[in-house]
């Protein structure tokens, strides 16, 4: 019934139309994409690093976050399904998984649900790592939706930097309700040690 | 006085703290204004983003009907709200449906316009608000005064002792991030307690049925993947075209809300998870009446970004609460009488008619030209304004007669000079209220000139 009522109220509008005007796409070139993108995550209140193989991905991971929940793992993802206790979720300190693109304007990573096995996982760690290969950046949102587009998932998010609030007296403060910390590792994938 | 202008006197009272939101809501402008002009074609995006808004008013039934068949071909299950009371009672429905008790909501001006959180209240329901400045405004039961940074009127000491006396945090301990991590702790028990979980919606995509919301604190995620059930309220006018148009709103939101480049979580939601639930209320209210108002149809385009609030001198000096409507400040002042004319009558007088609203608006609303059109249109048809509209006709005819103009300003400038302050600041004169009246000189402007230039044969040329 509100249906109808709404939708007639509506459409008894006769509004002159407009034409929608067409997507976007800016097609910057010549910029280097990469640098942007590492020079904007730091203001986004995360941390960058590079590491030059996907080799050296693996053992930097390795020492520096040897017990965290690496979802980048198959053990790992089949072990965390979709409907995983609450609970058991939120005792997650340390987790890895896989960023799809990094977008060079604003810092941030999108990632989906083919990244993680259940939807809570990257909001409710404390610590997230996201590895991204370094030739999947985009220069901007409007890059960005295109490759999105295609193969749109059940959930995805454009994540930038830690959980973060300014309620309080316009104070920064890291980790509101999210991950305390954001780490984004790229990686180098074609180049041969 | 009007209720606008008693309101900003009490928030006055506490100089220090009005100097204090007047700088502070400047500095969030001055953010916002570098962030616009580090994108060059910043103009271009206000324009598109204009234009695809109209585009889609203009075809809001094609586009209503569109996303929900997407949305409901996602599994989700679409819900119709024609009032506010009709969104309470959906809403109410499926909690009840699933026999839930605990529910957490993160930001959303929709369901604070028809007083969800009240009527949940009243039906025994634990209604959580779950992003840090609503949760803090929620346990003052106080309306938000700002519809990005909601306890922005709010000092750091204040929100110690309300978390000391709510939260048993530390007498006196009033560290923001002291007081934060106070928050994350208590809020995090609630997400893991709740059983359903309302979101605001910032923008519904025709093309996929897909709903996006923003946050910073995460807390719209926390909520949403943590409940077995999952409600976003939307208003009609939060519909557009493609995912394509998502990225121009993208860009404009974050940086005219705060000046940052994205906010921190912008999450796209198609499906209900697993085992879940994902329902979507679509909500009138009010909003088809307003598309059909050729003059107003253009404040549906609002994105909700605060820009407006931010920039405005007479927000930033009055204080969100003196609006006494739920959306404040410029963008508030506009919508507030088309809920309630004769309540919010006083509001599109609230504002200096700068224009600088307009200019920061994202969407390009043409917010100053609204505030005075609705002055017009107010005007017209209330006595409220009766004594504002005789000095109005006295000065016609004095600004008519050339005679008149000369005597009267003669006899002005007398006064002011030669007559006792008592009678002078007195309470006619609200000018001189609070302030002192400009230093008069002896002759008028006229005959300055005529001294000048004119008597010497120089006809006005150097």
């Given at each position: 019934m509100d249906r109808n009522k709404i939708l007639y109220n509506i459409q008894r509008n006769e509004i002159v139309s407009i034409k929608l005007p067409n997507p976007i796409d800016l097609q910057i070139t010549g910029i280097n994409k990469l640098d942007i993108f590492k020079k904007k995550i730091p203001q986004t209140g995360g941390d960058c690093i590079e590491v030059k193989t996907t080799k050296a991905l693996i053992t930097y991971l390795n020492e520096h976050f040897t017990y965290a929940t690496n979802f980048r793992e198959k053990e790992v993802f089949n072990e965390f399904t979709a409907t995983y206790p609450t609970e058991r979720l939120a005792i997650l300190k340390t987790v890895i998984i896989d960023g799809q693109f990094g977008v060079a304007e604003n810092g941030s990573v999108w990632i989906n649900d083919s990244n993680f096995p259940n939807r809570l996982i990257p909001f409710i760690t404390e610590v997230l790592v996201l590895c991204l290969n370094?030739?999947?950046?985009?220069?901007d949102m409007h890059e960005a939706y295109i490759k999105i587009n295609n193969d749109i998932t059940g959930f995805g998010v454009f994540m930038s930097g830690p959980s973060k609030t300014s309620d309080i007296e316009q104070h920064l403060v890291y980790g509101a309700h999210g991950a305390k910390k954001l780490i984004v590792i790229i990686y180098h994938e074609n180049v041969v040690e | 006085m009007t209720q606008h202008n008693q309101k900003a006197s009490l928030f006055l009272k506490n100089a220090e703290r009005a100097a204090w939101h007047d700088e502070t809501l400047w500095m969030v402008r001055q953010k916002r204004d570098k962030a616009a002009s580090d994108v060059p074609e910043w103009e271009r995006l206000r324009e598109q983003a204009s234009q695809i808004k109209m585009h889609t008013l203009s075809k809001h039934y094609e586009y209503l009907t569109r996303f929900e068949e997407m949305a409901k071909n996602n599994g989700v299950q679409i819900h119709w709200a024609s009032t506010a009371t009709r969104l309470n009672e959906i809403v109410y429905q499926i909690i009840k449906e699933n026999n839930a008790s605990k529910v957490v909501k993160s930001k959303s001006m929709l369901t604070e316009e028809c007083g969800l959180n009240p009527y949940l209240e009243k039906k025994g329901i634990e209604i959580i608000d779950t992003d840090l400045g609503e949760r803090i405004i929620q346990l003052r039961k106080e309306p938000p005064?700002?519809?990005?940074?909601?306890?922005?009127?709010?000092s750091k000491e204040e929100i110690s002792e309300l978390f000391h006396n709510q939260l048993h945090s530390e007498k006196d301990n009033s560290d923001p991030t002291y007081l934060a991590s106070i928050a994350r702790l208590h809020l995090r028990q609630k997400f893991l307690e709740s059983e359903v979980a309302i979101t605001g919606v910032n923008f519904a995509v025709a093309e996929n049925g897909a709903v996006v919301v923003c946050t910073n604190e995460g807390n719209a995620d926390l909520g949403v993947h943590a409940a077995p059930v999952q409600i976003h309220c939307m208003g009609i006018e939060k519909v557009i075209p493609r995912m394509s148009d998502l990225a121009v709103f993208i860009r404009l939101l974050a940086r005219s809300a705060?000046?940052?480049?994205?906010?921190?979580y912008t999450s796209h939601y198609l499906t209900p998870k697993p085992g879940g639930q994902m329902h979507i209320v679509i909500v009138d209210n009010g909003r088809s009446e307003l598309l059909k108002k050729a003059d107003y149809r253009?404040?549906?385009?609002?994105?909700?970004?605060?820009a407006c609030m931010n920039t405005c001198p007479v927000y930033r000096r009055s204080g969100?609460?003196?609006?006494?409507?739920?959306i404040p400040g410029p963008i508030g002042s506009i919508l507030a009488p088309h809920k309630h004319r004769n309540n919010y009558k006083d509001l599109p007088f609230a504002s200096s008619l700068c224009g600088s609203c307009s200019n920061v608006c994202p969407v390009k609303i043409n917010i100053h030209g609204q505030l005075y059109r609705w002055r017009q249109d107010i005007s017209k048809e209330s006595t409220f304004f009766h004594w504002k509209k005789s000095i109005m006709k006295i000065a016609g005819k004095i600004l008519s007669s050339n005679t008149i103009y000369n005597l009267s300003g003669k006899v002005t400038r007398w006064s002011i000079i030669h007559l006792p302050r008592v009678i002078i600041y007195n309470r006619l004169n609200i000018w001189g209220k609070d302030r002192e009246l400009p230093k008069v000189s002896g002759e008028s402007f006229k005959q300055w000139y005529y001294n000048k230039y004119e008597k010497q044969g120089q006809n006005g040329q150097k």
């Amino acid at each position: 019934m509100d249906r109808n009522k709404i939708l007639y109220n509506i459409q008894r509008n006769e509004i002159v139309s407009i034409k929608l005007p067409n997507p976007i796409d800016l097609q910057i070139t010549g910029i280097n994409k990469l640098d942007i993108f590492k020079k904007k995550i730091p203001q986004t209140g995360g941390d960058c690093i590079e590491v030059k193989t996907t080799k050296a991905l693996i053992t930097y991971l390795n020492e520096h976050f040897t017990y965290a929940t690496n979802f980048r793992e198959k053990e790992v993802f089949n072990e965390f399904t979709a409907t995983y206790p609450t609970e058991r979720l939120a005792i997650l300190k340390t987790v890895i998984i896989d960023g799809q693109f990094g977008v060079a304007e604003n810092g941030s990573v999108w990632i989906n649900d083919s990244n993680f096995p259940n939807r809570l996982i990257p909001f409710i760690t404390e610590v997230l790592v996201l590895c991204l290969n370094s030739e999947q950046i985009v220069s901007d949102m409007h890059e960005a939706y295109i490759k999105i587009n295609n193969d749109i998932t059940g959930f995805g998010v454009f994540m930038s930097g830690p959980s973060k609030t300014s309620d309080i007296e316009q104070h920064l403060v890291y980790g509101a309700h999210g991950a305390k910390k954001l780490i984004v590792i790229i990686y180098h994938e074609n180049v041969v040690e | 006085m009007t209720q606008h202008n008693q309101k900003a006197s009490l928030f006055l009272k506490n100089a220090e703290r009005a100097a204090w939101h007047d700088e502070t809501l400047w500095m969030v402008r001055q953010k916002r204004d570098k962030a616009a002009s580090d994108v060059p074609e910043w103009e271009r995006l206000r324009e598109q983003a204009s234009q695809i808004k109209m585009h889609t008013l203009s075809k809001h039934y094609e586009y209503l009907t569109r996303f929900e068949e997407m949305a409901k071909n996602n599994g989700v299950q679409i819900h119709w709200a024609s009032t506010a009371t009709r969104l309470n009672e959906i809403v109410y429905q499926i909690i009840k449906e699933n026999n839930a008790s605990k529910v957490v909501k993160s930001k959303s001006m929709l369901t604070e316009e028809c007083g969800l959180n009240p009527y949940l209240e009243k039906k025994g329901i634990e209604i959580i608000d779950t992003d840090l400045g609503e949760r803090i405004i929620q346990l003052r039961k106080e309306p938000p005064s700002h519809i990005v940074m909601p306890a922005i009127h709010l000092s750091k000491e204040e929100i110690s002792e309300l978390f000391h006396n709510q939260l048993h945090s530390e007498k006196d301990n009033s560290d923001p991030t002291y007081l934060a991590s106070i928050a994350r702790l208590h809020l995090r028990q609630k997400f893991l307690e709740s059983e359903v979980a309302i979101t605001g919606v910032n923008f519904a995509v025709a093309e996929n049925g897909a709903v996006v919301v923003c946050t910073n604190e995460g807390n719209a995620d926390l909520g949403v993947h943590a409940a077995p059930v999952q409600i976003h309220c939307m208003g009609i006018e939060k519909v557009i075209p493609r995912m394509s148009d998502l990225a121009v709103f993208i860009r404009l939101l974050a940086r005219s809300a705060t000046g940052q480049s994205i906010t921190t979580y912008t999450s796209h939601y198609l499906t209900p998870k697993p085992g879940g639930q994902m329902h979507i209320v679509i909500v009138d209210n009010g909003r088809s009446e307003l598309l059909k108002k050729a003059d107003y149809r253009d404040s549906l385009k609002c994105i909700r970004c605060g820009a407006c609030m931010n920039t405005c001198p007479v927000y930033r000096r009055s204080g969100g609460h003196s609006y006494h409507y739920v959306i404040p400040g410029p963008i508030g002042s506009i919508l507030a009488p088309h809920k309630h004319r004769n309540n919010y009558k006083d509001l599109p007088f609230a504002s200096s008619l700068c224009g600088s609203c307009s200019n920061v608006c994202p969407v390009k609303i043409n917010i100053h030209g609204q505030l005075y059109r609705w002055r017009q249109d107010i005007s017209k048809e209330s006595t409220f304004f009766h004594w504002k509209k005789s000095i109005m006709k006295i000065a016609g005819k004095i600004l008519s007669s050339n005679t008149i103009y000369n005597l009267s300003g003669k006899v002005t400038r007398w006064s002011i000079i030669h007559l006792p302050r008592v009678i002078i600041y007195n309470r006619l004169n609200i000018w001189g209220k609070d302030r002192e009246l400009p230093k008069v000189s002896g002759e008028s402007f006229k005959q300055w000139y005529y001294n000048k230039y004119e008597k010497q044969g120089q006809n006005g040329q150097k």
